[in-house]
């Protein structure tokens, strides 16, 4: 097997599926962004850094935890869609970056018409603000005495283990390098639901994209 036909397996296996080809889903992920993590990595100048995690999106999930993405585009979302929670979603689920409901509209294309048969984009975006008012991450780091902090090194199984004792499953971290401490930086944590959205599920490989045994929760 040559080594170019590796590469492009690879390439292959790693690209998101598209949810009309699985015309389904196995469960969903509640990623949540912590705005200072995220804004250090994307090294674009946010328009607002909210000092608590906030929604990056609900994502369904294909069986071996592979993303699905770009569902129906014929099912655009319109202000009318969501306004009884557009309120919740500008405090909760904002964009850092750009305009709030260009977020939402580019979350409900890429992500949301995946669940469209079970949940309609009204349904879909209140789960989101319902599941994430259930796990206060910011809350639930405090209480094992992980705090934001410039230098502090943490333990990545502690952070695993905080949120294992919230939820009583594991969730999965994502990280960028902090290349002036050579260390992995906290900038989302993922919580997985099963198919109904509602019960929580384990998610696979709980350190994610996080390197090493510590991290940086930056402030």
Not at 129 to 149: E, S, T, W
Not at 160 to 178: F, G, I, K, N, S
């Amino acid at each position: 097997m040559s080594m170019l036909f590796v590469f492009y397996l690879f390439l292959l296996l790693d690209v998101p599926k598209s949810c009309i080809a699985e015309k389904d889903y196995e469960f969903f992920m509640l990623a949540q962004q912590w705005p200072k993590g995220y804004c250090n990595r994307v090294g674009v100048p946010c328009k607002s850094r909210p000092n608590k995690f906030t929604i990056h999106g609900l994502w369904p999930q294909g069986r071996n935890g592979q993303l699905i993405t770009n569902g129906n585009d014929s099912n655009h979302l319109a202000y009318d869609d969501i306004k009884p929670v557009e309120n919740q979603l500008s405090l909760n689920w904002p964009s850092l970056i750009g305009k709030d409901f260009d977020f939402w509209y580019s979350e409900w294309k890429k992500h949301g018409t995946c669940s469209e048969k079970e949940f309609s984009k009204l349904e879909y975006f209140k789960l989101a603000l319902h599941n994430y008012a259930q796990n206060d991450l910011m809350g639930i780091l405090k209480r094992a005495n992980i705090v934001p902090n410039k230098k502090q090194l943490y333990n990545i199984s502690s952070v695993v283990a905080a949120v294992h004792q919230h939820t009583q499953h594991q969730p999965r971290l994502v990280c960028y390098l902090d290349t002036q401490l050579n260390v992995s930086a906290l900038y989302e944590i993922g919580i997985c639901y099963g198919e109904d959205g509602k019960s929580y599920k384990n998610c696979l490989d709980p350190h994610g994209t996080c390197r090493g045994t510590e991290l940086i929760y930056p402030k």
